[in-house]
């Protein structure tokens, strides 16, 4: 089963007293805190208390939506410390098993209430972010979740330690328009097959959940993969290959930035894009907490991974050690950028950007 599927998305909102967004849910600049099953469950749509609703409606955490989460064990015993009051951002992730307990009078914040009322539970955090942003929250949360995996708290937020404004600049923009041009205006050869809005959407799905996009997409596997060939061959980029994904990953961040384009001016390459010096620093700032944490060979543990496609077994034979050993390593760089690596959603595609734009790939 996949790791994302383990896991209880959360969206929220707080009192308007407070303003912007809160507690642990989605939608920060407006949108009721609704359960898994996309119910409003009482007054918290008006700014209550999400977690006292929930309680009262359900008798307990509401349980996960089809394609949502499902509960999974976490080692940590007790309670988690609840952060200063006011401080709950809007979207949260819960990796948690157990049953509901009751929450303590006069806790505010969703994020707080869980960890109150379900002791054993890991929480990530995201930023706060639109509500038609919450898919970006979602990730956020996820990759979180790394770090409060082994965080004494059991809680950990999304930390915004670096962007990709280095190359949201007209010329990459206009790199990544006409990369992804040939799946925007293609035409399916029949009406029932996917047009090219509809590939774009596999393309970012499978990019973030892999082969289990197909869940997500409520598709077959093997129509996933003939998807996924096509796009390959109307992008003309090798998908199975580490640079492939990289590329279409990062066009599809920067084709909606709001830049003007000059049309003029010829289209860079990729590696022209990734060899400018503000995009040299922005490389140095994220594989930065991997040199901070001194890992014995984090750095290097990453790239081998890396350069094997993101696999841990040949990443492993490349290394010199075990299987066991290459993902204990990774673990640990995980907590050190504070990004999933691991598993989807993951921070593969930026990293192999970083290494490559340092010239360590």
């Given at each position: 089963?996949?790791?994302w599927s383990?896991?209880?998305p959360?969206?929220?909102?707080p009192?308007?007293a407070?303003?912007?967004g809160?507690?642990a849910g989605?939608?920060a600049?407006g949108g009721p805190?609704?359960a898994?099953?996309?119910t409003?469950?009482?007054?918290?749509?008006q700014g209550?208390?999400?977690?006292a609703d929930?309680?009262a409606?359900?008798g307990q955490?509401?349980?996960p939506?089809?394609?949502a989460?499902?509960?999974t064990?976490?080692?940590r015993?007790?309670?988690a410390?609840a952060?200063p009051?006011?401080?709950?951002p809007p979207?949260?992730?819960?990796?948690?098993?157990?049953r509901?307990?009751?929450?303590?009078?006069?806790?505010r914040?969703?994020?707080?209430d869980?960890a109150e009322?379900?002791?054993?539970?890991v929480?990530?955090?995201?930023?706060e972010?639109?509500?038609?942003?919450?898919?970006i929250?979602?990730?956020?949360?996820?990759?979180?979740?790394?770090v409060?995996?082994?965080?004494?708290?059991g809680?950990?937020?999304?930390q915004?330690d670096?962007?990709?404004?280095?190359l949201?600049?007209?010329?990459g923009?206009?790199?990544?328009?006409?990369?992804l041009?040939?799946?925007v205006?293609?035409l399916p050869p029949r009406?029932?097959?996917?047009?090219g809005a509809e590939?774009l959407?596999?393309l970012g799905?499978?990019?973030?959940?892999?082969?289990?996009?197909s869940?997500?997409l409520?598709?077959?596997r093997?129509?996933?993969?003939?998807r996924v060939?096509l796009?390959?061959?109307?992008l003309?980029l090798r998908?199975d290959?580490?640079?492939?994904?990289?590329?279409?990953w990062?066009?599809?961040?920067?084709r909606?930035v709001?830049?003007?384009?000059a049309?003029?001016?010829?289209?860079?390459?990729?590696?022209t894009?990734l060899?400018?010096?503000?995009v040299?620093?922005?490389a140095q700032?994220?594989?930065?907490?991997?040199?901070?944490a001194?890992l014995p060979?984090?750095?290097?543990?990453?790239r081998a991974w890396?350069?094997?496609?993101a696999k841990?077994?040949p990443a492993a034979s490349?290394?010199?050690i075990?299987?066991?050993?290459a993902?204990k390593r990774l673990?640990?760089?995980?907590e050190a950028?504070?990004r999933?690596?691991?598993?989807?959603p993951?921070?593969k595609h930026?990293?192999w950007?970083a290494?490559?734009a340092?010239?360590?790939l």
């Amino acid at each position: 089963m996949p790791a994302w599927s383990k896991r209880l998305p959360v969206l929220g909102r707080p009192p308007p007293a407070r303003g912007g967004g809160a507690g642990a849910g989605g939608g920060a600049g407006g949108g009721p805190a609704r359960a898994a099953d996309g119910t409003l469950p009482g007054p918290a749509a008006q700014g209550g208390d999400c977690a006292a609703d929930l309680l009262a409606a359900y008798g307990q955490l509401p349980g996960p939506a089809p394609s949502a989460a499902h509960r999974t064990p976490s080692s940590r015993p007790g309670p988690a410390p609840a952060p200063p009051a006011g401080t709950g951002p809007p979207h949260a992730a819960a990796s948690r098993t157990g049953r509901a307990k009751p929450m303590a009078p006069g806790i505010r914040g969703l994020d707080r209430d869980i960890a109150e009322r379900v002791p054993d539970c890991v929480i990530g955090v995201s930023g706060e972010v639109p509500l038609r942003e919450t898919p970006i929250g979602y990730e956020q949360a996820f990759h979180a979740l790394a770090v409060a995996r082994t965080a004494p708290s059991g809680r950990a937020s999304f930390q915004r330690d670096s962007d990709l404004s280095p190359l949201a600049v007209p010329q990459g923009v206009r790199w990544a328009q006409e990369l992804l041009a040939p799946c925007v205006t293609y035409l399916p050869p029949r009406r029932a097959d996917p047009g090219g809005a509809e590939l774009l959407g596999t393309l970012g799905s499978w990019l973030t959940f892999g082969s289990s996009a197909s869940r997500h997409l409520k598709i077959h596997r093997n129509t996933l993969a003939a998807r996924v060939r096509l796009i390959g061959e109307l992008l003309e980029l090798r998908l199975d290959r580490r640079a492939g994904p990289a590329a279409a990953w990062l066009a599809l961040q920067l084709r909606s930035v709001p830049v003007a384009t000059a049309t003029r001016q010829p289209t860079p390459t990729l590696e022209t894009l990734l060899s400018t010096p503000a995009v040299e620093v922005w490389a140095q700032a994220r594989l930065r907490p991997l040199e901070r944490a001194n890992l014995p060979s984090g750095t290097d543990t990453v790239r081998a991974w890396l350069r094997a496609d993101a696999k841990l077994s040949p990443a492993a034979s490349a290394l010199g050690i075990s299987l066991p050993g290459a993902r204990k390593r990774l673990t640990r760089a995980e907590e050190a950028l504070g990004r999933s690596l691991l598993h989807a959603p993951s921070a593969k595609h930026e990293l192999w950007l970083a290494m490559r734009a340092l010239g360590s790939l």
